[in-house]
């Protein structure tokens, strides 16, 4: 009996050790992929930006204005840099090597395009530069879009390859298990059902870690896809689903509409409330866009004091202008905040698919000219003199 009772307890002691062991494995490979899904999705989210940066870089031509979107430009370039030098720094797969070896070939021509469109910029040689940006570098670019995107890819199924072998090998141990204290069960009924209990509970822990897991997964992709502050799409989420809307509207026939908004003296506001009364007005105006837009619409903030809205399924054109009047009446009552009352102004530029573009970059190109065309206009008419009285 003391022999029985011993390999009993042996049994037990086993089987907690080895689930014990196949948790704490499983959250080092999930954990160690999951952050390679982040860096992926940084270094995607980077890359659009610092090449938005060199597109409006070669369309400024304010000088002051060119020169923060260069200072933009250098800044998301090191964020490229940043998420590159941490992937390295991790164990690293063939898969994960070779892919990175990619991305260093495209990086070195990228980089030597951008700076060849710079020098064209900075030359005034405008139409150079966008030939050069559209039909050399823009292939490089969607290629590492590409390439950043197989590796996130390869990363998420290899998460998932890992919750099913570790959901496999612990029913598998627990059956194994169970089984073995099933023919002891004559003998010590006690003692099996005893086992059971135990291994449960740790099932149940590893459930719940799984459970966490994949609860940190759908952080982690909520995160790179929206703002932080507003909680609204960003830059990379409001450019996939444009995307997926236009491919929509060229096979249904529909009209597809793109407004940028850009919030008109909202540095002031920041240089004499505070950066906290800012964000509550970038919050506000978040709100009610939300508010006003159908559900089907996207609002996204792209960045600063710039929001962008996407308008799919529209029929006709008085669809888009009955929307465009119903954003700014939402936005023109003043916003009440805790110690200052705010009235907001917001310069618009709305666009249509097809009349006023056909590629996603031929839209956004077109809004943010007409945003900035108004923006222009409304300090033109501010600053125009006043007729004199007779």
């Known amino acids: 009996m003391l022999v029985f009772i011993g390999l009993m307890l042996a049994l037990i002691g086993h089987a907690i050790w080895q689930i014990h062991d196949l948790g704490e494995q499983m959250r080092g490979i999930v954990e160690s992929h999951n952050r390679k899904v982040q860096l992926a999705t940084d270094l995607l989210e980077a890359t659009h930006n610092r090449h938005s940066s060199l597109v409006y870089v070669t369309l400024m031509r304010d000088p002051f204005e060119r020169d923060e979107r260069f200072q933009a430009f250098i800044r998301w370039g090191y964020a490229v840099g940043k998420a590159r030098n941490e992937l390295r720094s991790m164990p690293l797969s063939a898969f994960e090597r070779n892919n990175i070896a990619h991305q260093d070939r495209l990086v070195q021509r990228i980089i030597q395009l951008q700076e060849e469109i710079i020098d064209l910029a900075a030359r005034e040689e405008t139409s150079r530069a966008h030939i050069h940006m559209d039909q050399t570098l823009r292939p490089l670019n969607m290629e590492f879009t590409r390439v950043v995107e197989d590796l996130r890819r390869h990363e998420r199924d290899l998460i998932h390859d890992a919750l099913v072998a570790a959901r496999t090998a612990a029913r598998s141990a627990i059956l194994l298990h169970l089984g073995l204290g099933s023919v002891s069960l004559a003998l010590a009924g006690f003692i099996a059902l005893a086992m059971h209990r135990l291994l449960a509970r740790h099932a149940g822990i590893i459930q719940r870690q799984m459970s966490d897991l994949r609860a940190a997964g759908q952080r982690l992709e909520h995160q790179a896809t929206h703002d932080p502050l507003t909680g609204l799409a960003n830059r990379a989420l409001f450019r ?151």
């Open 240 to 390: 996939r689903r444009m995307t997926d809307e236009l491919e929509h509207a060229r096979q249904e026939g529909f009209m597809l509409g793109v407004m940028y908004l850009d919030l008109d003296d909202f540095k002031p506001v920041n240089d004499t409330h505070g950066h906290q009364t800012g964000d509550a007005l970038l919050c506000e105006i978040a709100h009610r866009l939300r508010q006003t837009v159908r559900i089907a619409d996207t609002v996204a903030r792209l960045g600063g004091d710039e929001f962008a809205i996407l308008l799919p399924g529209l029929e006709n054109q008085v669809q888009c202008d009955a929307m465009e009047r119903k954003l700014r009446q939402a936005l023109v009552p003043p916003v009440e905040l805790e110690s200052v009352t705010l009235v907001p102004s917001v310069s618009l530029g709305c666009v249509r698919y097809p009349q006023d573009g056909r590629s996603m970059e031929e839209l956004l190109h077109a809004a943010d000219q007409r945003m900035y065309a108004a923006k222009h206009a409304r300090r033109a008419q501010i600053l125009a003199p006043c007729p004199a009285r007779g």
